[in-house]
């Protein structure tokens, strides 16, 4: 099994910053890419951000230039959100997902509240 586990999360006012980070642990391969998705109230999944083994990310539109993610091992992971605004508020899974197989783990998740 892997084991991911999360912090970071909380309430914060408009316009504030949160860092995330994220914990990999257990039958770790290398071979993989980590990142984020989050879920707001009655809203559907979406994914944040991603970054690879090599160190290149990808954003969703919504967070260009107030997000940024990064790792500083292969199996931790942190995601710096700056200007959050209210529409952030979201509970923040990040997962673990192997190249090869395909196969995807997740985080518990963590909640971010942005208040206006």
Known sequence: QVQLVESGGGL???GGSLRLSCVASGSIFSDNSMGWY???PGKQRELVAVITRGGSANYADSVKGRFTISRDNVFTVYLQMNSLKPEDTAVYYCYLRRYITSDMYWGQG???TVSS
Do not use: E, N, S
Request: proline letters at 0%; charged letters at 10%; zero cysteines.
């Open 12 to 14: 914060v006012q408009a």
């Open 38 to 40: 989050r879920q707001g």
């Open 110 to 112: 963590t909640q971010v």
